[in-house]
Structure formats: C-alpha cells, structure tokens
C-alpha cells in the first residue's frame, strides 16, 4: 500500500531555515500536503503542492517536489519559536480520497 | 466559518461504556473523513463517507466502533463497549473535494479507565 515516510526529530537554532524531508510511494499521488500540529491541537494546513509542480512559495515557506524520486520537502525559513511543532507530510490522489500521512516530524526551535 | 466542529474535546469514560464522538463538517463540504492519532500508530484512517455514503471502513479496528453519518451536516463515531486501548485523540476532517486539502476538527481526547 501507499506509504510516507519522514525523520521523527529535527533541531534547529531561532534564525536558521529548517527542511523537512518526506519521501511517498505512491506514483499516482496528484496532491501533497504539510500540515501543523501544535501541542493539543488538531492538524493546520500549511501548504500543498499538484504533483505538475516543482516548486511553491508562500513566505516563509518553500515547498520542493521531487516527483521522480518522490521526495517533498518543506524549508521553512527565519524559524521562530512558534514552528516548534509537529509537521505532517500527506498525499492523496484526489480530493475526495484519504489522505495518507507520514508519522510527523517534530521540529524544536532552541532560542 | 467555525471550520469542523467535534465534540466533546474531552471525554473520559469507563471500561465498558459506550461512547459517542460527534463532528459537523464544513458546509459544502461532501467529504468526511474520522481518524484516530497515538503515539504508537501516528494518525490512522478508520472510516470516511462521500456525499454522506460510508466509502471505505476497513481501517475500524473492530465491530465495536460504528458511524455513521445521518445528513450532510453530521457525523458520530460510535464505540461500544469501549476499552483501554481505544484511548486516542479522534479527529475528525471534511474535504470540498477540489484538492485544496483537509480541514480538521480540534479533535476529540478519550481516555478509557
């Protein structure tokens, strides 16, 4: 079946950019998403991207897409201590489906 | 927009009882989608409906969970009886369909004593 894998950790000091790294195995994955999961709350979506794209910028925030070797990555730039969260890379092949996450990764913003 | 609204936030309940977890999904959304997070497992699928039709229920655990999705605008998840191990927090999320992505409810916490 379809699977999304990412790091489980990722430290970074206040002003530096963060990447997150996520690979799928799904081919026909036409969307790709970010989600934000702070401490006790639900899932905020961040960012996604069509499969047609290479690239999309929103910000503070890069999104790269990978589609021959199936590899997204989220760069967020200037992070702050409010990025510290959990971040969900997700993929599905059309907008009524499931959407298929990864485990998340949690990034840790030291000030 | 109030976004997806899930209800309780909380619930804590004992071994054995039956609980109800409900969702109001965005309106003009025609998909909803319940799924459940742990540490262990990350974010699963249990169940999801188009246009009110349950599509896919191969990721409820067992017979003992249930939804069901009455109207377009309502949804529960049902668990009876309920056990420990279905301690997780239940999000629910609805989706227009136009690839724009998920938008997901605060969530429901259950703790089963």
């Known amino acids: 079946g379809e699977d999304v894998e990412q790091s489980l950790f990722l430290s970074v000091r206040e002003g530096d950019s963060s990447v997150i790294n996520c690979t799928y195995t799904?081919?026909?994955?036409?969307?790709l998403y970010w989600y934000k999961q702070e401490p006790g709350a639900g899932l905020q979506l961040l960012t996604y991207i069509f499969s047609n794209m290479d690239m999309k910028q929103d910000q503070r925030l890069t999104v790269l897409l990978n589609k021959k070797d199936k590899h997204l990555s989220l760069r967020i730039a200037d992070t702050q201590t409010g990025d510290s969260a959990i971040y969900f890379c997700a993929e599905n092949n059309s907008g009524n489906t499931p959407l298929v996450f990864g485990k998340g990764t949690r990034l840790s913003v030291i000030a | 927009d109030a976004g997806v609204i899930q209800s309780p936030r909380h619930e804590v309940t004992e071994m054995g009882q039956e609980v109800t977890l409900r969702c109001k999904p965005i309106s003009g959304h025609n998909s909803l989608f319940w799924y459940r997070q742990t540490m262990m497992r990350g974010l699963e699928l249990l169940i999801y409906?188009?246009?009110?039709?349950?599509?896919?229920d191969s990721g409820m655990p067992e017979d003992r969970f249930s939804a069901k999705m009455p109207n377009a605008s309502f949804s529960t998840l049902k668990i009876q009886p309920s056990e420990p191990r279905d301690s997780a927090v239940y999000f629910c999320?609805?989706?227009?369909?136009?690839?724009?992505?998920?938008?997901f409810g605060s969530g429901t916490r259950l703790t089963v004593v």
């Open positions: 409906f188009n246009n009110n039709v349950p599509i896919d």
């Open positions: 799904d081919s026909s994955s036409t969307y």
């Open positions: 999320a609805s989706s227009s369909g136009t690839g724009d992505g998920y938008t």
